[in-house]
């Protein structure tokens, strides 16, 4: 059984967690509230769920899942993800994350300041366009006409491929992006944003996106 790591239980993390023990993973999951926290969603979950630090839980994990508040990415531990698959599931909202320049300037994107923060780690862009009710809700078979489509960004190819066959399994056509200075194309506000694509309508969505600067 291959592990999954989450450092952060919110919303999508709590889906995550749902699916990854569905599908035969365990998890490992963290907040920054402390294991304790968490006796609730791991006794939901289950004996393949255990609650744990976030240095825990990242070193635990074949592949890691952040998915904190975009101005806490600094507080993800360092040294435990060298070298492994890191998914990004953040967006930046200034009036919760405050303001980030190279944002705003469109100098970067969410996924790349966790990528500058890990350099020797492997980030891929995924599941952060997707409201998490419809992570367990709107998931289906491989091969449903119509099936809901989620995006992946990433700079090393088998990482993007690693991610997009966990979306498989987990209920959800993907569309390959790309790398990670593309990821603006699905960000908060975007087009593809929060829409119920598939494959053919996020393709389209994807190329209709226009990148700006924030005032």
């Known amino acids: 059984m291959h592990t999954i790591g989450l450092i952060g239980a919110g919303h999508i993390g709590g ?7 569905q599908h035969g993973y365990r998890v490992v999951i963290s907040n920054s509230r402390g294991p304790e ?18 240095a825990e839980a990242a070193a635990a994990g074949d592949v890691v899942v952040v ?14 993800l060298e070298g492994k698959i890191v998914i990004d ?25 966790l990528q500058a923060h890990l ?13 998490s009710g419809d992570l367990t809700t709107k998931n289906a078979p491989t091969g449903t006409a119509g099936r809901r489509a989620l995006a992946v960004y990433g700079d090393d190819v088998d990482a993007r491929a690693t991610v997009a066959a966990m979306i498989d399994e987990f209920g959800f056509d993907t569309v390959d992006g790309g790398p990670l200075e593309d990821s603006w194309r699905i960000e908060r506000d975007q087009p593809g944003y929060v829409q119920p694509d598939d ?13 700006s600067i924030n005032a």
Do not use: C, W
Not at 99 to 112: K, N, V, W
């Open 119 to 131: 350099p020797a780690s492997k980030v891929v862009k995924a599941f952060n366009h997707i409201a």
């Open 15 to 21: 889906q995550l967690a749902r699916l990854g023990v």
């Open 199 to 211: 494959k053919a309508g996020l393709t389209e969505h994807l190329t209709k996106a226009k990148r």
């Open 37 to 54: 926290t968490l006796a609730g969603l791991v006794a939901e979950l289950g004996e393949h769920a255990t609650a744990a630090t976030a």
């Open 89 to 113: 599931t953040n967006n930046y909202y200034p009036q919760r994350d405050g303001r980030i320049a190279s944002l705003d300037a469109a100098e970067s994107t969410t996924a790349g300041l």
């Open 67 to 80: 998915t904190i508040p975009l101005k806490n990415i600094d507080a993800v531990p360092v040294a435990p």
